[in-house]
């Protein structure tokens, strides 16, 4: 008998109006909203819901996106449905780890307002981002950007697609590079750092103080780390792995491949969007791949599992 596994997706998912239906339909996800409100000192409802300039920012995106995949989750564990594992890709791991039994979601929530002001401060703004590279395999990728100070490679996503972080001024000439090499496209990502690169050594700091005084679960069931892409079991690894996490390479399809190589074979993407399904086509057409992104989609998930 096959897996299954919850994937949680990562900063860009966010958009205005998401999980608003699940906050109108279910108290239990009502109440990770107003949570996270009271927790945050921030209205989530306005942040989540309505349009507003706040929600593409990093320190605010972080917790709002959370905050909604959590409440999302909630309502899908409450109808019985739990996963064999669960993963999340850079941000979304912190879901996961929710999922797994690791952390509580206020934890989460708070963990994650943190993390998201951390790496908004780590580097001058308008001096780093990232860039997703299309059509090129991830060796040609690390070759291209070898010997670029300060430019490394942020994100190993699916087989064609990479993700390049580092200095504005590197990215450009990795750029060149890469098209020069056969890239088919090189686009520049809407994102305010450097993410998940030796240039957030800060931010890892940082974090990695204030996840001394969490206190986190014995795990029910294992989550897969994109540090290492290896299950996690044991909860003592868990804050070094997510200190470690922001300044690390994300293993997204090492990851997946992992799980589909240990019997996973229904995944189901909770959260705004469909880009984690869209990468596991990529990876692997064989699995089947639901997206909960909608009050209708949690109601009908069980029928189709």
């Known amino acids: 008998m096959g897996k299954t596994v919850f994937l949680f997706p990562g900063q860009g998912a966010q958009k205005a109006g998401m999980g608003r239906d699940f906050y109108e339909n279910s108290e239990s996800a009502r109440s990770i909203y107003d949570m ?46 739990v ?40 580097v001058p703004q308008g001096t780093g ?12 990728v690390e070759e291209c950007v070898e010997g670029l100070e300060g430019v490394t490679v942020a994100n190993y996503n699916c087989p064609g697609q990479t993700v390049i972080t580092g200095y504005l001024d590197g990215l450009k000439t990795a750029g060149e590079r890469l098209k020069e090499r056969g890239a088919r496209r090189v686009i520049p990502l809407n994102v305010s750092g450097p993410f998940h690169s030796p240039l957030l050594k800060r931010a ?14 014995p795990l029910r ?5 994109n540090v290492t892409a290896r299950y996690v079991t044991d ?13 690390s390479p994300v293993l997204w399809q090492q990851s997946m491949e992992l799980l589909i190589g240990d019997g996973a074979d229904t995944f189901v993407e909770i959260g705004p969007g469909r880009t984690l399904s869209g990468f596991l086509k990529k990876i692997n057409r064989d699995v ?14 069980k029928g189709k599992l």
């Open 36 to 81: 996270a409100s009271q927790e945050l000192g921030l209205d989530m409802c306005a942040l989540c819901f309505e349009q507003n300039d706040l929600l593409d920012h990093t320190e605010y995106t972080q917790a709002a996106l959370t905050a909604t995949c959590l409440a999302m989750a909630r309502v899908i564990l409450e109808q019985g449905i």
């Open 83 to 122: 996963p064999d594992a669960a993963a999340g890709l850079s941000l979304g791991e912190y879901s996961a780890i929710v999922t797994a039994g690791g952390l509580d979601e206020r934890s989460a929530v708070s963990l994650c307002r943190s993390r998201g002001i951390f790496m908004e401060q780590a």
């Open 129 to 140: 981002g990232m860039a997703a590279v299309l059509g090129l395999e991830a060796h040609a």
């Open 204 to 217: 890892r700091e940082q974090l990695a103080d204030v996840l001394r005084s969490v206190n986190f679960s």
């Open 221 to 225: 069931l294992p989550y897969v780390t």
């Open 235 to 247: 909860v003592s690894e868990t804050r070094e792995l997510l200190a470690k996490q922001v300044a």
């Open 288 to 301: 089947r791949v639901f997206t909960v992104e909608s009050w209708e989609d949690a109601v009908s998930l």
